[in-house]
Structures are given as structure tokens and as C-alpha cells.
């Protein structure tokens, strides 16, 4: 077709068959069949909150639950409704940037941000939700959403009575800062990029809880699952707002991205638990938030442990203390230890669950397109190199998959990635995604066609018209081990295609803010691209500043079609329709190399056995990470095997 202006590719029929290393069964159930907004006759606490109850610290526990809180169903809980107290253990690679998420801030990662932030709606339990049922996003801060007739305006109900953990009332207000003063707000690097929402919907409010957005075309609710974690969590705007340039002027962005710091505890949120103490490099101690607006059916309010611990160590360190017990929980994602955690977990005596999932982790290079932000002549020269197409798909061609995989890891595990949707992702096609098969003849082929010869015969290639060598640097993350393991053979191969890579390895909340923030030349990164919804600029065009790998707005050719591809799909009810768009979507990535990518794993979850209600089949990432997925504040553990809690009987104090 006309769209496929780069010849004939192979098709991924071509590709070696995959297999799969999971089948697990589990039951489907129905969207409400999880939870539900609701009320239950009478409502009880932790019995380690009747003390600041009775000295007056605290509200009795009605009182600070909303009108019609989030009922958890027994009937969906393998293991029923639970006991109180203990300590939930995690390990982490991330540290905490700052508490100020709102301005694009992370809290290190592995379960921490979400485990302070709440969102509109959710989507991390949806992958234990029926076919039929999956018409959307679970609610959560968003009680209820309707679209008007023509679907051009989407009216949202909030919660009634949410209260932030300091006890301040949750309200529209709230919403309509995170919208207007930091999404829309392009001095503000919002996790959700401005524009990015349905084309740039405008926000008006209604009454205290309802707002609506409205759009320049009509929208579905595909659309709204862009409201979930970590694009639509809402920060406490009593706090902010006095930090905001908008409201102060003393204020700069750069004071406002720093006005919750890492060290100042403890902040001020919605979710289950609460950040009280950070010792940097070594942990971060979180407690119960008492105003959680979550119950049981039997209205034991939620959580049920009254604390998380976050070791600050390493990935690699997450998956080997889940494996000796020390750690609670880990998405075993390091193809590199696959086999020794696996037959330790094998073991009756051991005090892990290991549960393999689909192909969902993927990992690849990444080229900045933004040829007009580059600082220099020079990196403008290249990224004007990186936007020719044949440019990327020599790159493509020129890595052998299979030998990427088995650097990473010996055994099953690797499948080629080529680009787009992984095969885990339901939007992924075999048929619409185009393979680029090893072929360095090829590679030299498509160089060559873009005068990117050696011409001073030093055995690299010269940038077109005879200039200086062709030398790509690539960043990694120093915390991603599968990545920079991958870097290793990505470099080796493509300087067998006179191709040099100069690689350095930079911190991880350095590597996430460059990739965000466009500040890259190449990138080797691990990403999952199942949903376009879902941090939706790491993949895909939306808006001006996105994707973040071609942010500025001058569009490739293809990308203009991507884009309208993705807001059809965004704003289409049939699924059917949506399945042929994602199609398209798929071959104009593959065809045009719009990344390159390497290979493809499937994932284990690993639980302790001594938790209760993680269900059977959890995914390690599908809809959300596994830390949304498995429910933590339904997640706990029978009093006899309780951890002690290094901080018992205390609640965070403002
Ligand atoms: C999971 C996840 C939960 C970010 C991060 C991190 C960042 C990315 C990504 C993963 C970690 C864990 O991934 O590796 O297993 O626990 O936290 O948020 O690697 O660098 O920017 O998107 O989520
Ligand atoms: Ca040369």
C-alpha cells in the first residue's frame, strides 16, 4: 500500500513460533464482581486507630469514610475477608525523587507511587475481568461517567466525602488543578502530556464532585482509561496550590517541581498507605492511612496491613529476597535469574509462589526524531538521520534477535520484538506486524542508499557527504541489568555494520527525566506496550510533545497517520473497529521501524506464601503493573505469622 513506501518486508508469519510458558488457568468474573461503591450497616477500624479515635485525634472511622465507599467483595477474594496488622515487605531498585507527582515526580517505583496515589479510575484488577465486561476502565475516584449524545462530552461523578490523609476534603477542586494547572500547563511535566487527552478536552465544573470534559470529537470510553494510575492521580491542591507559580508569584516551576522534597514527610495523599520515614538509600517506612476511603463487605475499613516497608536496593535484590523469603513480592523480570528462581521456587519448602505470565516485557532502542530541539549541529545531524526510515530499519535488520536473547538469557524465554505491541498486548497481531529477519547485507544495503559509507576507510561509517564517523550514544539505565546486558549486543552487532555505539550508563531517575523530558540521543529501555492508554507519550503520538522520542511536533509521514489511527481508536465503541485499527497501527510501526526493537519476555510474579488473597494468575503486567493488579489493600496476612511492625501503634501526623 501506499503507507508502506520501504518495499517488501517479511512478515511476521516469518517469525519462529512462539511459546508460551504460561498456562495457568483462572476463572474470568464480571467488572462489578470485584468491588463496588456501596454502603455496609456499620463500619469498624484497626483496632490500632481506637486510641487516636478515643483521644480525639481522629474522627470516629464513619465519619471519615465518604457517603458510599469502595466495597471489596468477599466473593472475589481466595482467601475472604481479612485479619488486621503487619507489614507488607518490599524491595526496590528506584529511590524516591520527591513526593510532587503532580509535576511528573516519581517515589521510586516498584509499588510506592501507587501505593500513595489513587486515580479517577483503575485498571490494574481488569485482567480478571470477562471478554463481555470489558467495556472500560474500573471506577475508583470516579464513581460514574456518562457521555452526552453525540459522545463529545464526558461528564464524571467523583466520590462524595473522600478525605486526603491529612483529613481535608478531596473535592473538584483537586481535579481541576491537576487538569488545568498541570496537565494543560506545558511549564508543568506532567505524567500526562499536555494535549495528549482527547486532543487537548477543555475541563468545566459543575458542583464540588462533577465536572465534565469536553472534546472537539467524539470520544468512547477507551478514552478514559487515560484517567487511571499514573496519568490521572490527582495531588492535594490545599497543599500545592500555594506552591504553584499560578497562585504564587514568588513561585518558579523548577521551586514548584521541588515543593514536596524527598526528605520532608509526611506528605499529604490518597492512598492506602503513607510515606512517615525515608532513610535514604535504605527504606522508606509507610503506615495505614486512616482515612482510606475503601471497606470490606463486612466494613472492616481497608487496608488490612498497617505497614509497607520499600527497601531501597535493586531490582536483581527484589527477586532474590522474594526467593529467600526476606521480601514479600517481586516482578521477576531479569531473564537473567529466570532459572535459579524458578527451581528454588519449585521447592514444597519454599516460601515463594512463583506464576508465569504472557510476553508483556519488551525492551528497545530508542532514537530521538527531534531533529529541531537538538542542541548542536552535530546531534542535529544525526536525528536528522534517525528520521529517515530506512535509517531505523537498517538498524532493525542489522541485529540478530536470537543472539540478543541468548546473551540475555539461555533457555525459552526471549522472542524477537520488532517494534509496537507486544505479543502479550490484546492488540497485538501476528499477521499486521512487519519482521526485519538478521540481514546485515540488507542493513549495508539501506546505509549505503543514504550515503552513509566509510569514506576515510577507519572501518565506521561517515555521516552523509563524507562526514564525521557515525557514532550513536545510547544511555541506559545503570538499574536495568536486561537492558544494559542487551546494549552490550545491540553495540557489538551494529559496529559489525560499521554502525559505532558509544554507551553510558546513567542513573534511573536520570534516565526516566531525559526520556521524559526529550533529553536523549538513544535510549535502551525496557517498555510495555500493551495499551496505547497507558503513559500513552512513550510510544505513541499524541499532542505536540509526544512522543517523547519525537517531541516538537514536526511529524514523520507515517506518524500523522499513527496519530489519527490512535484518536480513532481512542474514541471508537466498536471493538471490532478498535482491533482493526490497532492492526494498522501495528504495521505502520513495524513497517516504518518506528523503534527498534530487540526481544520480548514473559514475566513471574513471585508472592510469599504467608499472603493472603493474591489471586492465582495475577499477571506481572497487563492492564497495570502487579502491584495495582493483585489489590494490595485487600492483600494480608493471619495474625501468627505476622511481621512486627517497626512502627506500631503510630498513623503519619501533620
Ligand atoms: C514495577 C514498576 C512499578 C517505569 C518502573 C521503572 C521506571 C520506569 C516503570 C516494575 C519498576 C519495576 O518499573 O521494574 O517491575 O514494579 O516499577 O511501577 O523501571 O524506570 O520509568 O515506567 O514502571
Ligand atoms: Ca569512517
Given at each position: 500500500t501506499a503507507l508502506l513506501s520501504v518495499g517488501t518486508l517479511a512478515k511476521a508469519d516469518d517469525m519462529p513460533e512462539e511459546r508460551s510458558l504460561s498456562g495457568l488457568e483462572y476463572e474470568l468474573i464480571g467488572r462489578g464482581d470485584i468491588y463496588a461503591h456501596g454502603t455496609v450497616d456499620s463500619y469498624s477500624q484497626a483496632p490500632m486507630l481506637d486510641a487516636f479515635v478515643e483521644s480525639g485525634a481522629l474522627p470516629p472511622v464513619a465519619d471519615r469514610l465518604p457517603a458510599e465507599p469502595i466495597v471489596f467483595k468477599t466473593?472475589?477474594?481466595?482467601?475472604g475477608v481479612g485479619e488486621y496488622g503487619g507489614v507488607f515487605r518490599h524491595v526496590i531498585g528506584g529511590r524516591p525523587e520527591g513526593w510532587n507527582w503532580m509535576a511528573g515526580?516519581?517515589?521510586?517505583?516498584g509499588g510506592i507511587n501507587m501505593a500513595m496515589q489513587e486515580c479517577l479510575v483503575r485498571q490494574g484488577?481488569?485482567?480478571?475481568?470477562?471478554a463481555e465486561d470489558q467495556t472500560g476502565p474500573l471506577p475508583n475516584l470516579a464513581q460514574s461517567w456518562s457521555f452526552n449524545d453525540d459522545n463529545t462530552e464526558l461528564t464524571i461523578n467523583l466520590m462524595q466525602g473522600v478525605k486526603w490523609s491529612d483529613g481535608d476534603a478531596f473535592d473538584v477542586e483537586d481535579v481541576r488543578f491537576w487538569y488545568?494547572?498541570?496537565?494543560?500547563?506545558?511549564n508543568v511535566a506532567s505524567r500526562m502530556a499536555k494535549d495528549s487527552f482527547g486532543g487537548g478536552a477543555s475541563m468545566e465544573v459543575i458542583d464540588d464532585y462533577t465536572f465534565k470534559f469536553v472534546f472537539a470529537e467524539p470520544q468512547s470510553e477507551?478514552?478514559?482509561?487515560?484517567?487511571?494510575y499514573i496519568q490521572g492521580c490527582p495531588g492535594p491542591s490545599h497543599v500545592l496550590k500555594d506552591a504553584h507559580p499560578e497562585y504564587n508569584s514568588d513561585a518558579t516551576y523548577d521551586s514548584y517541581t521541588q515543593a514536596?522534597?524527598?526528605?520532608?514527610?509526611?506528605p499529604v495523599v490518597l492512598g492506602a498507605w503513607v510515606p512517615v520515614v525515608h532513610r535514604p538509600d535504605e527504606l522508606v517506612i509507610m503506615r495505614r492511612n486512616p482515612y482510606y476511603f475503601k471497606v470490606d463487605e463486612s466494613g472492616q475499613q481497608l487496608p488490612y496491613y498497617n505497614e509497607m516497608h520499600f527497601r531501597l536496593s535493586t531490582w536483581g535484590d527484589r527477586t532474590a529476597q522474594a526467593v529467600a523469603g526476606t521480601?514479600?513480592?517481586?516482578?521477576?523480570?531479569?531473564?537473567?535469574?529466570y532459572v535459579e528462581a524458578l527451581k528454588q521456587s519449585q521447592?514444597?519448602?519454599?516460601?515463594v509462589r512463583a506464576n508465569f505470565g504472557p510476553r508483556v516485557l519488551a525492551w528497545r532502542l530508542v532514537l530521538n526524531m527531534d531533529a529541531a530541539g537538538a542542541e548542536d549541529e552535530g546531534e542535529k545531524a544525526l536525528r536528522t538521520l534517525f528520521r529517515e526510515t530506512d535509517f531505523r530499519l537498517a538498524l532493525s535488520h542489522a541485529l540478530d534477535r536470537d543472539a540478543i536473547g541468548q546473551a540475555l538469557?539461555?533457555?525459552?524465554f526471549a522472542y524477537p520484538y520488532i517494534s509496537?505491541?507486544?505479543?502479550?498486548?490484546?492488540?497485538?497481531?501476528a499477521s499486521s506486524s512487519d519482521y526485519h529477519p538478521f540481514d546485515q547485507a540488507k542493513a549495508a544495503e539501506l546505509l549505503d542508499g543514504l550515503d552513509v559509507?566509510?569514506?576515510?576507510?577507519?572501518?565506521t561509517r561517515n555521516m552523509?557527504?563524507?562526514?564525521?564517523n557515525l557514532t550513536i550514544n545510547v544511555d541506559v539505565s545503570q538499574a536495568g541489568n536486561a537492558s544494559i546486558k542487551q546494549l552490550e549486543a545491540v553495540a557489538s552487532q551494529l559496529a559489525e555494520v560499521g554502525i559505532a555505539v558509544q554507551t553510558r550508563a546513567v542513573d534511573q531517575t536520570v534516565a526516566d527525566t531525559n526520556f521524559t523530558g526529550g533529553q536523549f540521543s538513544a535510549m535502551m529501555m525496557r517498555d510495555n506496550?500493551?495499551?496505547?492508554?497507558?503513559?500513552?507519550c512513550r510510544s505513541w503520538p499524541a499532542g505536540?510533545?509526544?512522543p517523547h522520542f519525537n517531541a516538537?511536533?514536526?511529524?514523520?509521514p507515517f506518524e500523522a497517520d499513527l496519530e489519527a489511527k490512535l484518536a480513532a481508536l481512542q474514541s471508537s465503541s466498536d471493538a471490532a473497529e478498535q482491533a482493526q485499527l490497532a492492526r494498522e497501527m501495528q504495521q505502520l510501526v513495524t513497517a516504518n521501524a518506528y523503534t527498534i526493537g530487540t526481544v520480548q519476555v514473559p514475566a513471574a510474579l513471585l508472592v510469599n506464601?504467608?499472603?493472603?488473597?493474591?489471586?492465582?494468575?495475577?499477571?506481572?503486567?497487563?492492564?497495570?503493573w502487579a502491584e495495582d493488579g493483585v489489590i494490595r489493600e485487600r492483600l494480608w496476612t493471619p495474625a501468627a505469622d505476622q511481621e512486627q511492625e517497626v512502627l506500631p501503634d503510630t498513623i503519619a501526623e501533620y
Open positions: 466473593g472475589a477474594m481466595v482467601d515526580q516519581h517515589q521510586g517505583w484488577p481488569r485482567w480478571q475481568v470477562k488545568e494547572d498541570n496537565v494543560q500547563n506545558e477507551t478514552i478514559v482509561e487515560n484517567l487511571a514536596l522534597p524527598n526528605d520532608v514527610l509526611p521480601g514479600d513480592f517481586s516482578n521477576m523480570e531479569d531473564p537473567g535469574n521447592d514444597d519448602a519454599s516460601p538469557a539461555r533457555g525459552p509496537g505491541f507486544a505479543t502479550g498486548s490484546p492488540y497485538y497481531d559509507v566509510d569514506t576515510d576507510g577507519d572501518g552523509p557527504g563524507g562526514g564525521d506496550v500493551i495499551l496505547p492508554t497507558r503513559e500513552t505536540a510533545n509526544c516538537g511536533g514536526d511529524r514523520l506464601k504467608r499472603i493472603k488473597n493474591a489471586h492465582p494468575g495475577t499477571p506481572v503486567f497487563m492492564y497495570e
